[in-house]
Each structure stands twice: as C-alpha cells, then as structure tokens.
Nanobody, 125 residues
Framework: QLQLVESGGGLVQAGGSLRLACAAS????????LAWFRQAPGKEREFVAA????????YYADSVKGRFSISRDNAKNALYLQMNSLKYEDTAVYYC??????????????????WGPGTQITVSS
C-alpha cells in the first residue's frame, strides 16, 4: 500500500514562490504515475500537473503552464511541485496523487488510486 503526505504549504504573497513536496511510503513508488490536484472552497478538485510513468511525459493545466513545474525523485520516493508567480486564484488545498490512469483520464481524478491528505496554499493579493 502506498501512502502519500504533502508538505510545504503556507501563506505567500502574490508573485511569490513555493515548493510543495510529497513524501511516499510503501511499495513500488517508481511504478506509479504521479500528479498534483487542487481544490478551492466550493469548487471541484481540479488537475494541476502530472508526470506519467511511461516516458516521463509531463502535463499541466493551462492555468499553471509556464509557472509551475512538476518533478519526481524515485530515489527519495518524492514528488515536487515548484510554483512560481503565484496568483490569488492559486489559493486551494493541494493534493498529490499516485496511480496508473489511462492517458485520456490523466487530467481527471479517475485512475488516481492513492491520495495525500492535502496541504493548504493561500496566496494573498
């Protein structure tokens, strides 16, 4: 069983940067595709970024493309999200996820079988 725990959340001013980390424990971390999702109050959980196991291709939501960068370190069982030029609308709880979704589902919550408890990011305007 794979367990995920996020860290690095907090309060930041608009235009600032944060780096989220997701620590994994359990088996076979390197065999999963990994992703970040976020959920703002009153909204559905939405896709942020993913790094697919097969080929290591990365995917980003249009709203974060060019500002956020996803990376993984299999030796450390870790996933990261570097967030730059943060905006007020980036405020949300951020979740890391692991799974083996098919390509057509990678930007949805389907197929992501393991989730962390989330970490709050608040961007002040």
């Amino acid at each position: 069983q794979l367990q995920l725990v996020e860290s690095g959340g907090g309060l930041v001013q608009a235009g600032g940067s944060l780096r989220l980390a997701c620590a994994a424990s359990g088996d076979n971390f390197a065999t999963y595709s990994l992703a970040w999702f976020r959920q703002a109050p009153g909204k559905e959980r939405e896709f942020v970024a993913a790094k697919r196991l097969s080929g290591g291709t990365t995917y980003y939501a249009d709203s974060v493309k060019g500002r956020f960068s996803i990376s993984r370190d299999n030796a450390k069982n870790a996933l990261y999200l570097q967030m730059n030029s943060l905006k007020y609308e980036d405020t949300a709880v951020y979740y890391c996820a692991a799974g083996r979704p098919i390509l057509s589902s990678i930007r949805t919550t389907r197929g992501w079988t393991h989730w962390g408890p989330g970490t709050q990011i608040t961007v002040s305007s």
